[in-house]
Protein backbone atom coordinates (compact mmCIF):
# COMPACT_ATOMS: atom_id res chain seq x y z
CA UNK A 1 0.00 0.00 0.00
CA UNK A 2 0.90 3.61 -0.61
CA UNK A 3 -0.47 6.85 1.07
CA UNK A 4 -0.05 9.92 -0.76
CA UNK A 5 0.18 12.24 2.42
CA UNK A 6 1.38 15.79 3.77
CA UNK A 7 2.61 15.63 7.40
CA UNK A 8 0.53 18.46 8.74
CA UNK A 9 -2.91 17.24 6.71
CA UNK A 10 -5.26 16.73 9.23
CA UNK A 11 -7.01 14.20 6.44
CA UNK A 12 -3.88 12.46 5.69
CA UNK A 13 -3.40 11.98 9.83
CA UNK A 14 -6.66 10.39 9.94
CA UNK A 15 -5.53 7.77 7.72
CA UNK A 16 -2.33 7.52 9.42
CA UNK A 17 -3.61 6.58 12.44
CA UNK A 18 -6.41 4.01 10.86
CA UNK A 19 -3.33 2.34 9.24
CA UNK A 20 -1.56 2.61 12.37
CA UNK A 21 -4.30 0.87 14.52
CA UNK A 22 -5.01 -1.72 11.90
CA UNK A 23 -1.01 -2.65 12.40
CA UNK A 24 -0.48 -2.54 8.16
CA UNK A 25 2.32 -1.39 6.72
CA UNK A 26 2.53 1.26 3.90
CA UNK A 27 4.76 3.65 1.94
CA UNK A 28 4.48 7.37 2.68
CA UNK A 29 4.61 9.52 -0.75
CA UNK A 30 5.11 12.89 0.26
CA UNK A 31 2.85 15.49 -1.26
CA UNK A 32 3.76 19.20 -0.55
CA UNK A 33 0.32 20.70 -0.84
CA UNK A 34 2.24 23.99 0.62
CA UNK A 35 3.79 24.45 -3.02
CA UNK A 36 0.70 22.68 -4.90
CA UNK A 37 1.83 19.19 -5.43
CA UNK A 38 -1.54 18.18 -4.76
CA UNK A 39 -2.07 19.87 -8.39
CA UNK A 40 0.16 18.57 -10.45
CA UNK A 41 -1.10 16.76 -13.69
CA UNK A 42 0.50 13.57 -13.47
CA UNK A 43 -1.28 13.63 -9.37
CA UNK A 44 -4.60 14.69 -10.24
CA UNK A 45 -4.79 12.25 -13.89
CA UNK A 46 -2.94 9.08 -12.37
CA UNK A 47 -3.90 9.26 -8.42
CA UNK A 48 -6.47 11.34 -6.86
CA UNK A 49 -8.75 13.02 -9.11
CA UNK A 50 -10.14 15.73 -6.47
CA UNK A 51 -6.26 17.15 -6.22
CA UNK A 52 -6.23 16.54 -2.68
CA UNK A 53 -4.28 14.86 -0.23
CA UNK A 54 -4.81 11.94 0.97
CA UNK A 55 -4.87 9.19 -1.49
CA UNK A 56 -4.66 5.44 -0.70
CA UNK A 57 -3.25 3.00 -3.23
CA UNK A 58 -3.80 -0.39 -2.24
CA UNK A 59 -3.56 -2.64 -5.92
CA UNK A 60 -5.23 -1.15 -8.11
CA UNK A 61 -7.15 1.13 -6.63
CA UNK A 62 -6.70 4.36 -6.10
CA UNK A 63 -8.92 6.21 -3.23
CA UNK A 64 -8.96 9.67 -2.42
CA UNK A 65 -10.92 11.58 0.50
CA UNK A 66 -10.31 10.23 4.13
CA UNK A 67 -13.75 9.08 4.89
CA UNK A 68 -14.24 6.89 2.07
CA UNK A 69 -10.39 5.68 2.88
CA UNK A 70 -11.25 4.79 6.29
CA UNK A 71 -14.21 3.15 5.13
CA UNK A 72 -12.57 0.69 3.26
CA UNK A 73 -9.72 -0.18 5.30
CA UNK A 74 -12.42 -1.01 7.83
CA UNK A 75 -14.26 -2.97 5.35
CA UNK A 76 -11.10 -4.67 3.94
CA UNK A 77 -9.38 -5.48 7.09
CA UNK A 78 -11.92 -5.73 9.72
CA UNK A 79 -9.29 -6.47 12.78
CA UNK A 80 -9.35 -2.95 14.90
CA UNK A 81 -12.90 -2.02 13.49
CA UNK A 82 -13.17 1.82 13.46
CA UNK A 83 -16.88 1.31 13.34
CA UNK A 84 -19.01 -0.10 15.60
CA UNK A 85 -21.34 -2.92 14.71
CA UNK A 86 -23.89 -1.73 17.62
CA UNK A 87 -26.51 0.38 15.54
CA UNK A 88 -27.07 2.96 18.24
CA UNK A 89 -22.64 3.50 18.88
CA UNK A 90 -22.17 3.22 15.08
CA UNK A 91 -24.61 6.30 14.65
CA UNK A 92 -23.25 8.43 17.18
CA UNK A 93 -19.26 7.33 16.31
CA UNK A 94 -20.37 8.61 12.93
CA UNK A 95 -22.33 11.85 14.29
CA UNK A 96 -19.25 13.19 15.96
CA UNK A 97 -17.06 12.37 12.94
CA UNK A 98 -19.58 13.90 10.12
CA UNK A 99 -19.49 16.94 12.54
CA UNK A 100 -15.69 17.57 12.62
CA UNK A 101 -14.85 16.20 8.69
CA UNK A 102 -18.43 18.06 7.21
CA UNK A 103 -18.87 20.87 9.59
CA UNK A 104 -15.45 22.12 10.98
CA UNK A 105 -12.50 20.95 8.99
CA UNK A 106 -13.51 22.38 5.35
CA UNK A 107 -13.74 25.67 6.11
CA UNK A 108 -10.49 25.51 8.28
CA UNK A 109 -8.10 23.44 6.04
CA UNK A 110 -5.02 25.14 3.98
CA UNK A 111 -6.77 26.10 0.18
CA UNK A 112 -9.33 28.27 2.50
CA UNK A 113 -6.81 29.67 4.33
CA UNK A 114 -4.62 30.44 1.54
CA UNK A 115 -7.70 31.91 -0.28
CA UNK A 116 -8.72 34.59 2.65
CA UNK A 117 -5.33 35.79 2.51
CA UNK A 118 -4.85 35.92 -1.49
CA UNK A 119 -7.34 36.92 -3.58
CA UNK A 120 -9.62 37.86 -0.33
CA UNK A 121 -6.71 40.15 1.28
CA UNK A 122 -7.28 39.10 4.28
CA UNK A 123 -4.56 39.91 6.95
CA UNK A 124 -2.77 37.10 8.82
CA UNK A 125 -4.87 38.34 11.72
CA UNK A 126 -8.32 37.88 10.37
CA UNK A 127 -7.59 35.04 8.55
CA UNK A 128 -6.13 34.18 12.35
CA UNK A 129 -9.72 35.17 13.71
CA UNK A 130 -11.52 33.64 11.18
CA UNK A 131 -9.68 29.98 11.71
CA UNK A 132 -10.52 30.10 15.78
CA UNK A 133 -13.91 31.59 15.52
CA UNK A 134 -15.03 28.08 13.46
CA UNK A 135 -13.18 26.05 15.45
CA UNK A 136 -14.82 27.57 18.35
CA UNK A 137 -18.32 26.64 16.75
CA UNK A 138 -17.17 23.25 16.00
CA UNK A 139 -15.44 22.52 18.72
CA UNK A 140 -18.48 23.11 21.25
CA UNK A 141 -20.64 21.01 19.24
CA UNK A 142 -18.10 18.38 19.57
CA UNK A 143 -17.97 18.99 23.55
CA UNK A 144 -21.83 18.92 23.80
CA UNK A 145 -22.27 15.32 21.99
CA UNK A 146 -19.26 13.82 24.49
CA UNK A 147 -20.94 15.36 27.36
CA UNK A 148 -24.00 14.16 26.60
CA UNK A 149 -23.49 10.63 24.91
CA UNK A 150 -19.30 9.84 25.38
CA UNK A 151 -18.25 7.35 27.55
CA UNK A 152 -15.49 5.68 28.84
CA UNK A 153 -11.47 6.67 28.07
CA UNK A 154 -11.71 7.66 24.20
CA UNK A 155 -15.02 9.29 22.96
CA UNK A 156 -17.08 6.36 22.67
CA UNK A 157 -15.87 2.96 24.95
CA UNK A 158 -12.22 2.23 25.94
CA UNK A 159 -11.06 1.53 22.22
CA UNK A 160 -10.57 4.19 19.75
CA UNK A 161 -13.13 4.75 16.88
CA UNK A 162 -13.54 6.84 14.04
CA UNK A 163 -14.46 9.61 16.26
CA UNK A 164 -11.44 9.75 18.00
CA UNK A 165 -9.46 9.01 14.55
CA UNK A 166 -11.29 12.62 13.01
CA UNK A 167 -10.93 14.19 16.37
CA UNK A 168 -7.53 13.97 16.95
CA UNK A 169 -5.75 15.66 14.44
CA UNK A 170 -8.67 18.17 14.67
CA UNK A 171 -7.50 19.48 17.96
CA UNK A 172 -3.70 18.80 17.02
CA UNK A 173 -4.56 21.48 14.01
CA UNK A 174 -6.23 23.77 16.51
CA UNK A 175 -3.60 23.85 18.88
CA UNK A 176 -0.98 24.53 16.67
CA UNK A 177 -2.61 27.36 15.10
CA UNK A 178 -2.97 28.92 19.09
CA UNK A 179 -6.45 28.23 19.57
CA UNK A 180 -7.65 28.29 23.05
CA UNK A 181 -9.10 24.51 23.34
CA UNK A 182 -9.70 24.84 27.35
CA UNK A 183 -13.09 25.31 26.95
CA UNK A 184 -13.20 21.44 25.67
CA UNK A 185 -12.31 19.12 28.88
CA UNK A 186 -13.99 16.40 27.51
CA UNK A 187 -12.55 16.68 24.39
CA UNK A 188 -8.92 17.33 25.66
CA UNK A 189 -9.30 14.33 27.76
CA UNK A 190 -9.56 11.69 24.83
CA UNK A 191 -6.68 13.62 23.03
CA UNK A 192 -4.63 13.32 26.21
CA UNK A 193 -5.39 9.70 25.68
CA UNK A 194 -3.92 9.82 22.27
CA UNK A 195 -0.62 10.98 22.85
CA UNK A 196 -0.35 7.77 25.09
CA UNK A 197 -1.31 5.18 22.36
CA UNK A 198 1.27 3.94 19.97
CA UNK A 199 -0.82 4.52 16.92
CA UNK A 200 -1.34 7.90 17.24
CA UNK A 201 1.91 8.29 17.94
CA UNK A 202 3.74 7.21 15.35
CA UNK A 203 1.32 8.61 12.87
CA UNK A 204 2.15 12.24 14.27
CA UNK A 205 3.14 14.85 11.95
CA UNK A 206 6.49 14.86 13.47
CA UNK A 207 7.22 11.11 12.77
CA UNK A 208 6.62 11.78 9.41
CA UNK A 209 9.60 11.56 6.62
CA UNK A 210 8.42 15.02 4.96
CA UNK A 211 7.87 16.53 8.51
CA UNK A 212 9.19 20.50 8.59
CA UNK A 213 9.02 22.36 11.83
Known amino acids: M ?3 SFFNSSTS ?5 ALALKGLSFDTVPVNIRVGEHRAEAYV ?3 NPSATVPALVDGDLSLGQSLAILDYLDAK ?3 TPLIPSDIETRARVLELSMLISCD ?10 KYLQGPMGLSVQQKDTWYA ?3 AEGMAGVERLLARHGHGKW ?5 PTLADVCLVPQIANAQRMGCDMSAYPRAMAVYAVAQTHPAF ?8 PDYSA
Not at 13 to 17: A, G, M, N, S, T
Not at 155 to 159: I, N, P, Q, T
Open 2 to 4: QLY
Open 13 to 17: YRVRI
Open 45 to 47: DEV
Open 77 to 79: YPG
Open 104 to 113: IHPVNNLRIL
Open 133 to 135: HWI
Open 155 to 159: CFGDA
Open 201 to 208: LAAAPNRQ
